[in-house]
């Protein structure tokens, strides 16, 4: 069965970096494009940035343009996002996404 788990959340100081992984199972990673999805306390989930399946193409929501980076092993069926920069506006739990399929989350928390 398809699972994705996601690691790497903690607490960070504002300006802080950390980076989140996604380890994948179940399926052929190389095929899928995968994506990274944020939901803070009381807002909708949002889309935090993609990656097609063999990390050619790249996309991220305006908010975090030139302070995240998302990228992939194929070989070792992993995700990540590569987190600098960080904001308390960051704070929010982290999801990891294949077409149809979402991992249980990482809490990400920016604060001082």
């Known amino acids: 069965q398809v699972q994705l788990v996601e690691s790497g959340g903690g607490l960070v100081q504002p300006g802080g970096s950390l980076r989140l992984s996604c380890s994948a199972s179940?399926?052929?990673?190389?095929?899928?494009?995968m994506s990274w999805y944020r939901q803070a306390p009381g807002k909708e989930r949002e889309l935090v940035a993609f990656?097609?399946?063999?990390?050619?193409?790249?996309n991220y929501a305006d908010s975090v343009k030139g302070r995240f980076t998302i990228s992939r092993d194929n070989a070792k069926n992993t995700m990540y996002l590569q987190m600098n920069s960080l904001k308390p506006e960051d704070t929010a739990v982290y999801y990891c996404?294949?077409?149809?399929?979402w991992g249980r989350g990482t809490q990400v928390t920016v604060s001082s």
């Open positions: 990656i097609s399946s063999a990390g050619d193409i790249t």
């Open positions: 179940g399926f052929t990673f190389s095929n899928y494009a």
């Open positions: 996404r294949r077409t149809a399929y």
